[in-house]
């Protein structure tokens, strides 16, 4: 079963910025649906980013578009996240997840069956 794991949150100050990578493994590439989503204390997770990696289709909530861009290395295995123009409501656990294509990739949490341990990001006003 593909593993996940989160590295390069961290504390960072409100309109800086902060890379997060993806790790996967026990895959042979990259999956084709990949996603991003992110959980504040006392909130629900919600989808920051869903990807079709092979048919390059990105969903982006409202909320991060032209702040972040995903990425990804396909030699390494890694899938980034980059983050511009932080603000403290970005602040939160984020995990990366894989799921199922079947056709077409989801875009609800549902769809994703394979997580990361996630990686705490904080940005302070």
């Known amino acids: 079963q593909v593993q996940l794991v989160e590295s390069g949150g961290g504390s960072v100050q409100a309109g800086r910025s902060l890379r997060l990578a993806c790790s996967i493994s026990?895959?042979?590439?990259?999956?084709?649906?990949m996603a991003w989503f992110r959980q504040a204390p006392g909130k629900e997770r919600e989808g920051v980013v869903f990807?079709?990696?092979?048919?390059?289709?990105?969903r982006y909530t409202d909320s991060v578009k032209g702040r972040f861009t995903v990425s990804q290395d396909t030699a390494k295995k890694l899938v980034y996240l980059q983050m511009d123009s932080l603000k403290p409501e970005d602040s939160g656990m984020y995990y990366c997840?894989?799921?199922?294509?079947?056709?077409?990739?989801?875009?609800?949490?549902?769809?994703?069956?394979?997580w990361g341990q996630g990686t705490q990001v904080t940005v302070s006003s």
């Open positions: 990807w079709s990696t092979g048919a390059g289709v990105l």
């Open positions: 997840a894989t799921g199922p294509y079947d056709g077409v990739c989801a875009n609800v949490e549902s769809g994703y069956t394979n």
């Open positions: 026990r895959y042979p590439y990259i999956p084709n649906c």
